[in-house]
């Protein structure tokens, strides 16, 4: 497993009428996670379709246990657990920086590896060798 903490405030414009953070703005966070994750892992989405590989998501899910308010700071826990031929797994905890026992969202995320012309492809070696040396050295 390799895991990445991504910190960020919820902004004014993330919340809706009742004062907590609208649903859709979970999955904006997954995607600033998932990409700041990938520059831990030494790359970037532009290099990869630089390429020819792509990385749609194919499938996603989003839990809400609790919701967050203006300003409040969180982390979101990003993991990857589960790496198949042609397909990644992203997983994400969202927890308030003031509580970091509480859970506020659980989110996952499925990308599919495939070329610019759609056709899927195995997950890029240049990937995989960068995932298994943090998962290494996350496990220590």
């Not at 966070?29 to 194919?58: F, N, S």
Request: charged fraction near 25%; include cysteine; hydrophobic fraction near 35%.
């Amino acid at each position: 497993m390799f895991s990445f903490n991504y910190r960020f405030k919820v902004r004014y414009k993330d919340i809706d009428q009742m004062g907590v953070m609208y649903y859709s703005r979970y999955y904006e966070y997954y995607e600033a996670a998932r990409t700041d994750m990938m520059r831990d892992l030494g790359l970037t989405y532009k290099e990869l379709e630089q390429q020819g590989i792509m990385m749609p998501v194919v499938h996603s899910e989003s839990d809400y246990m609790a919701g967050p308010g203006f300003d409040d700071h969180l982390t979101c826990i990003t993991e990857v657990k589960e790496i198949l031929n042609n397909k990644m797994v992203i997983f994400y905890t969202l927890v308030n920086d003031n509580e970091p026992t509480r859970i506020i969202n659980r989110g996952k995320t499925v990308h599919a590896f495939v070329k610019m012309n759609g056709k899927p492809t195995r997950i890029p070696e240049i990937l995989r060798r960068a995932l298994e040396g943090k998962w290494s050295t996350n496990n220590e």
